[in-house]
T-cell receptor
Framework: AQSVAQPEDQVNVAEGNPLTVKCTYSVSGNPYLFWYVQYPNRGLQFLLKYITGDNLVKGSYGFEAEFNKSQTSFHLKKPSALVSDSALYFC?????????????FGKGTKLSVKP | EAQVTQNPRYLITVTGKKLTVTCSQN?????MSWYRQDPGLGLRQIYYSMNVEVTDKGDVPEGYKVSRKEKRNFPLILESPSPNQTSLYFC?????????FGPGTRLTVT
């Protein structure tokens, strides 16, 4: 069965420092991996995806994520955090060849960036 | 503008009173889905639809119904709402590798 784990409920970072939000996954085949962000009182917005190819994926708002097949991880990163990055972040996975669009979401990680 | 719309955005109702949350997308997507979001549980899929007249259960379908009579619309129906259905609901539509989410409907059942 597919699953996604986000081991940290909350991540606290000072503005200007690098940030990492962790995600590990479990699928029986090749994974499609996604990061979404949810700002307060808003729906989820797509940040980036890994389908195939380069293990380092660049996305919106300066975020990037690194796919590591041996560690089954897809951690979200940003070199320099902004206060406006404070939000709830969700990792999601879909199995290659699985039902189109069906995603399994992690429980979310709240990112708090302090000035 | 490409978007997914939901109505209403906020709803307070009483146990047992039937309600419908509408969802509409203007991107001609075949795939649509409903999720509920609860603290500590993340997003859980309720129902999804691969195309018109094709719907299937997600992880938490109990107490919900859906229909897909037109490609753009995918309403969520609660025939007899109960307090455990108090939640934040999201509709989404999707292309192959990306889903677009509506703004959410906050439902409170008393």
């Amino acid at each position: 069965a597919q699953s996604v784990a986000q081991p940290e409920d909350q991540v606290n970072v000072a503005e200007g420092n690098p940030l990492t939000v962790k995600c590990t996954y479990s699928v029986s085949g090749n994974p499609y991996l996604f990061w979404y962000v949810q700002y307060p009182n808003r729906g989820l917005q797509f940040l980036l995806k890994y389908i195939t190819g380069d293990n380092l994926v660049k996305g919106s708002y300066g975020f990037e994520a690194e796919f590591n097949k041996s560690q089954t991880s897809f951690h979200l990163k940003k070199p320099s955090a902004l206060v406006s990055d404070s939000a709830l972040y969700f990792c999601a996975v879909r199995e290659y060849g699985g039902s189109q669009g069906n995603l399994i979401f992690g429980k979310g990680t709240k990112l708090s960036v302090k000035p | 503008e490409a978007q997914v719309t939901q109505n209403p955005r906020y709803l307070i109702t009483v146990t047992g009173k039937k309600l419908t949350v509408t969802c509409s997308q203007n991107m001609n997507h075949e795939y649509m889905s409903w999720y509920r979001q609860d603290p500590g549980l993340g997003l859980r899929q309720i129902y999804y639809s691969m195309n018109v007249e094709v719907t299937d259960k997600g992880d938490v379908p109990e107490g919900y119904k859906v229909s897909r009579k037109e490609k753009r619309n995918f309403p969520l129906i609660l025939e007899s709402p109960s307090p455990n259905q108090t939640s934040l609901y999201f509709c989404a539509s999707g292309a192959r590798y990306e889903q677009y989410f509506g703004p959410g409907t906050r439902l409170t059942v008393t």
